[in-house]
């Protein structure tokens, strides 16, 4: 992190979030200032360090430090959450389906997949759920809790529209690995391919769908903290450091974007030609949802034929 970067968001805690405010004890001292906070809390999340390791180096003790964190990781998700951990606007839809048209696969919008945090301090009676073994939260049972497709369920996502292999489809799609079902927003790589066109859509798939494992990758050497064992014996505490080491993220990279070298930049940019993948920009998604069309909704997201179909195009588009 740049440190022009850094003392933005020191400036902002110290004015916007009352623990970060410097103040005086009833002797007229000085409390501990917001750079001496901030610094304990970047150290800790981008570390991985015990909150103890910070006490010689900063004056601060244990619990001082921990609190720091907490306090930091809920200042960053107030101030810049909405900025930089938003849905996607139809703008950024549009952009996200040129750059995978151009990547040789229209209508997809993203890699998706699950990191694992290995969490410590998890209470004895949730180990069957959080550690693991049978029945722990696998890829599949935490994209069963997924909001994901909440908006395409309630009929709030943005409507889109695109060819491939000159048949019109209307629902984007990500790409998984093969754990995840065959549904009509997912298509997963072929196992044991046979023939030269499916052996090249599967290089094609694997090499695009790398994408998220490098960015695993990047959070978790950036952020040590989200690498070694959660440590905070609350899950509400562990969501908000993930959140806040993810908002950091992005906020580092829109503030070095400019000095990449070996990027090509359009692809961050919002371009004239959209090619044949489209976003209707006048669609309403104010539009009242009942059972029925929620319905509707999940059965086209879950439907295999569709899946298979997209899959024999996209091969044959390939």
Known sequence: MNKRLFLHIVDR?????QYFREKKDGLGRNS?????????????????SAADMVNEYLWLGETTARLCVEQFVEGIIYLFGDEYLRRPTPADLQRLLDVGERRGFPGMIGSIDCMHWEWKNCPTAWKGQYSRGSGTLND???????PIFHDIINSQAPNV????????????YYLTDGIYPKWATFIQSISMPQGPQVVLFAQRQEAVRKDVERAFGVLQTRFAIVKNLALFSDKVKIGKIMRACIILHNMIVEDERDGFSLVDVSEFQQGEDH????????????IP???T??????TR???????????DDLVEHI
């Open 140 to 146: 599949i049972n935490v994209l069963d809790r997924s």
């Open 293 to 298: 069309n929620m319905m509707d909704a999940r």
């Open 32 to 48: 501990l200032s917001p750079l001496q906070k901030c610094t304990a809390a970047i150290r800790v999340l981008a570390y991985g």
């Open 13 to 17: 805690l110290s004015n916007e979030v």
């Open 301 to 311: 997201i879950r439907n295999r034929q569709m899946h298979q179909q997209l899959k």
């Open 289 to 291: 949802s009942d059972i």
């Open 275 to 286: 090619e044949n993948s489209h976003v209707d920009f006048t669609y309403s998604t104010d």
């Open 161 to 172: 529209t695109y060819f491939v292999n000159e048949r019109e489809y209307r629902m984007a």
